[in-house]
């Protein structure tokens, strides 16, 4: 894997520091047209365990290969790349589209909506290719959403790893509750 810095990767483990899998929000990740209930969490693992393959799986229900992934993050992040491991047989992802701060996407949403970015994927069996995001517009990410609209031939498509590299801004976005304003102060009020 090739860095955009001035050392030698070999001596440092460039993708697990920059690796985001910390700051998902795994409890609150979910996924359309999943074939077992849940299964999305397990995708979401250390860089160093992307290729094992014993801790389950994502797949989509049988004849129908589209799957939306949507993953909150614990803080603001911004995102550098995403790499993607699938399945063999045709059942890797083939095309990847990426929605940022939009929460409820279904998936005629994804379909008529302008994705942030959108990317042809390769199958990439062996957890080595990353695709890179226009860094810019991945600023100040609260949530995630990733639309895997069609796979290579597959009847189902299969997604054993979700890796995301950037970096963690400490902000996060509250919701506010109750916001209360005064026309005319009352003094009374303020003691």
């Known amino acids: 894997m090739a860095c955009l810095h001035d050392h030698s990767c070999e001596d440092h483990n460039c993708a697990a520091d920059w690796s985001l899998y910390n700051h998902v929000d795994i409890p609150k990740v979910v996924a359309l047209n999943e074939s077992v209930p849940g299964s999305v969490k397990s995708v979401f693992k250390p860089w160093e365990q992307r290729l094992d393959t014993s801790g389950g799986f994502l797949e989509s229900n049988e004849g129908d290969p589209e799957l939306l992934v949507f993953i909150p993050f614990t803080s603001d992040v911004k995102i550098k790349s995403i790499s993607i491991v699938g399945g063999a047989d045709g059942t890797s992802p083939s095309r990847m589209r990426a929605f940022i701060n939009r929460e409820g996407i279904d998936f005629s949403d994804a379909q008529n909506m302008q994705p942030v970015q959108e990317w042809e994927l ?17 600023q100040g990410v609260a949530n995630l959403t990733l639309h895997f609209s069609d796979n290579f031939g597959g009847d189902i498509t299969k997604i054993y790893y979700i890796g995301l590299r950037g970096e963690a801004t400490q902000n996060k976005r509250d919701v506010v509750a109750t916001i209360v304003y005064e026309v005319m102060p009352n003094p009374s009020d303020h003691k």
């Open 122 to 138: 390769a199958e990439n069996l062996q957890g080595a290719l990353e695709y890179q995001t226009r860094y810019s517009r991945f």
